[in-house]
């Protein structure tokens, strides 16, 4: 059965497909052509097909849409087409590859392949053991925080942005929520996250590969849906805002946590680990990230329509548990933005030395019998509208 859409956004110049096509003859794809018809008269330059959200089609689909871009071809030679797919969307990735056969105006293109600039870090697998020792020193302050903005056991929950999933276990453990959905775009960490819930016998976890700034999943489906350290890694915070508004209920709240990288503290040797961590901001920003998104996050939800917002500011520290676990997520790091982010930025080994420097410092403080070592986090949530 066909439960497709199809539109024309000007603006674009795009024509957005969304849904399951499965036409048995092609009259049954009047409209399509309508609105190919309809955007071939008001386009100049590049058209657009926009297939990242076009879950199904079948082949009579497919052919059809075949012989739009050869009469785009003919009719309007000077005219490029951008068909636009996505790796989520797997059959459409490989299907739509050959089209560019057609005619070199036809351009076909995996938006999601380089689609934010952080991705090469954060899917190469590197940023798993650091995720893995954070979420051990927050969740003993978010277990408790998480009720405050409206986690309660039975909900239907969904962690956008999941990472290795351990967030989403813990949830599981902690709230016995009706179905709990967690997606994310690193098929590293969506593996690892699938081999830690079958070796705790978890079945009810639904890690889903996807992209968070379009979601396959229907709108006002979640009570509560949660993203955490995440919207500080994409270049475009508000569409995974937009996506997270859509999927929440009116009446369920989103919860996101965020950092402010250059707030790290540590005594003794203050004044290099401070310096260390504003570079680490600096760092981010080169890469098209905000680590330092945590205080703004009452306006980003603001900006996306939500109400009553709640927020609050943890303090994680050596004092918490072990301070080895602490000087875990500092070795982490360091490894991660000394050993790799500042070599792909270019940085001289003088600089780099001195990062590291503040990195051990860092460390120094955590472990030192009268240190003290912080590292800053927000929590914020709104509430959907009714
Ligand atoms: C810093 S990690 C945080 C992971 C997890 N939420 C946690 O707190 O441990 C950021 C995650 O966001 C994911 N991510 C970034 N942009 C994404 C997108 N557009 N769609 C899906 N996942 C995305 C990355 O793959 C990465 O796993």
Redesign the pocket.
Known sequence: MSTYTVRFEDNNQEIIFAGVMRPRQTKELDDVRDVFERALTRVSGTLNFNFKRLLKANNVAFQEMVSLFTSVSKRRPELKVRVIVSSVVGWAARKFKIVGAISPNIQVEQY?QT??P??GV??NGS?IS???T??KM?WRHERNILPRHGMAEGKEVA?????????ALLLHKEFKPKRLVA????KP?LQYARKVAEEFGIKEVEYIY?????LLLDSNQFDFV?????L???NKPE??LKELFRICKPGGRVYI?NEKNSHCLGEPRAASIAWTYEEVARLWAHFEMDIELGPKSRRYLQDTGFDDIRMESIMVTNLDGDPKDFADVIQAWEDVYAGEMAVKRGDTPEFISRFRQGFQDHIAAALHPKGYAGWPIWIASGRKPL
Do not use: M, P, W
């Open positions: 999601d689609f934010y952080g991705q954060l899917e940023f650091i995720l893995r954070q979420t927050t962690d956008i942005c999941c990472g290795i999933g351990d967030f997606v994310d775009h690193a960490s996807g992209d968070a700034s379009a949660t993203c955490r350290h995440s500080q890694v994409f569409l995974i946590s």
